[in-house]
């Protein structure tokens, strides 16, 4: 059944300032550039204004509102952005208030909660299953309690946590089971990205992904090649942003080698780029790899998979 939303909700939506959602869910992407300006870490032409404009120069786009940018900028369907943003607890928009009486307020940052879990995680396996990943690989990750069930608004979810250098979890992604839809926990420090270390505290290589399934996907295909999974560390960007890999190489000084498996797009290999740059005038070794065939690196696994199943056939 194709899903649906109501007007209403539809009319919550449209109420949601940008600036707003941008300051509880994506603190870390506002950058002041001005009294009444800012531009996003992770686009350098991407402008929003207190009035809850927004431009994107580089792609000619812009918009007003927190639904217009997630799905103009996001990628998000129209109905998953709604969704989205009828479930986050948000003001409406208000009105232009140029002067704050505390600046500070503004980052104030709500506290970080973890969706309450289900009792089991049937449906997150058999969804990550049906993309491919490796049931051994899903396993360790449920028994470390970084990947876990969770149901919201009669919908079940995968949520996908990042810890701490001590295990604590510090944010939280929600990827639905059904349809597109994705989210970040209220609360969430993007700098502690979904991760899994190296079971080596020797290895000094780290395989960078945009998203946790990008991830879980390259770790697949090591095991179908019959290597170790466990060998290299994963982490994942949880998007076009650094901060995470920043983190992670602060916490692991061993490491001195990067791949960069991003996406196989113009976005994707842009910011590949920009990494190597970054990370070479830090002294690392950096070598960007994206998928040889699909968008990303969960197509290349299916389609692995797929071509792996047609010898099969043919025998």
């Known amino acids: 059944m194709r899903e649906r939303v109501t007007t209403d909700q539809i009319k919550l939506a449209r109420t949601v300032d940008l600036i707003s959602y941008m300051q509880q869910y994506e603190p870390e992407e506002l950058i002041r550039t001005g009294p009444?300006?800012?531009?996003?870490?992770?686009?350098?032409?991407?402008?929003?204004?207190?009035?809850?404009l927004w431009h994107w120069y580089s792609r000619g786009i812009g918009g007003r509102g927190a639904l217009?940018?997630?799905?103009q900028v996001k990628g998000m369907d129209f109905v998953s952005a709604v969704r989205h943003l009828c479930e986050l607890e948000l003001p409406a928009h208000a009105p232009f208030q140029p002067v704050k009486?505390?600046?500070?307020?503004?980052?104030?940052?709500?506290?970080?909660?973890?969706?309450?879990?289900d009792s089991n995680a049937e449906t997150v396996v058999q969804y990550l299953k049906r993309r491919g990943i490796d049931g051994k690989i899903l396993k360790y990750c449920i028994n470390q309690g970084i990947i876990y069930q969770t149901t919201r608004s009669g919908y079940k979810n995968c949520v996908f946590v990042?810890?701490?250098?001590?295990?604590?979890?510090?944010?939280a992604s929600v990827r639905g089971c059904q349809g597109i839809f994705r989210g970040e926990c209220a609360?969430?420090?993007?700098?502690?990205?979904?991760?899994?270390?190296?079971?080596?505290?020797?290895?000094?290589l780290a395989e960078v992904y945009e998203a946790p399934i990008d991830l879980l996907s390259g770790a697949t295909l090591h095991l179908m090649k019959g290597h170790d999974w466990r060998r290299n560390h994963y982490v994942s960007l949880g998007g076009l942003n650094?901060?995470?890999l920043d983190n992670y190489l602060e916490n692991?000084?061993?490491i001195h080698k990067l791949l960069l498996r991003l996406d196989n797009d113009e976005p994707g290999l842009q910011f590949a780029m920009k990494l190597q740059e970054r990370y070479q005038a830090r002294g690392y070794t950096v070598k960007s790899a994206p998928p040889r065939r699909g968008?990303?690196?969960?197509?290349?696994?299916?389609?692995?998979?797929?071509?792996?199943?047609?010898?099969?056939?043919?025998?």
């Not at 009444?36 to 032409?45: E, G, I, L, Q, V």
């Not at 009486?101 to 879990?117: T, W």
């Not at 609360?187 to 000094?204: A, M």
């Open 36 to 52: 009444h300006d800012y531009k996003t870490a992770t686009h350098s032409s991407l402008c929003i204004s207190d009035n809850g």
């Open 68 to 71: 217009n940018y997630l799905i």
């Open 101 to 117: 009486k505390n600046p500070q307020h503004e980052y104030e940052r709500k506290p970080f909660v973890q969706p309450l879990p």
């Open 162 to 171: 990042g810890m701490d250098s001590e295990g604590k979890p510090r944010s």
């Open 187 to 204: 609360g969430s420090e993007k700098q502690f990205g979904f991760c899994i270390p190296s079971t080596n505290t020797e290895i000094d």
């Open 242 to 244: 650094y901060v995470a």
């Open 252 to 254: 692991h000084p061993e």
């Open 295 to 315: 968008k990303d690196y969960n197509d290349y696994l299916m389609l692995q998979i797929a071509h792996l199943k047609s010898i099969g056939r043919s025998r």
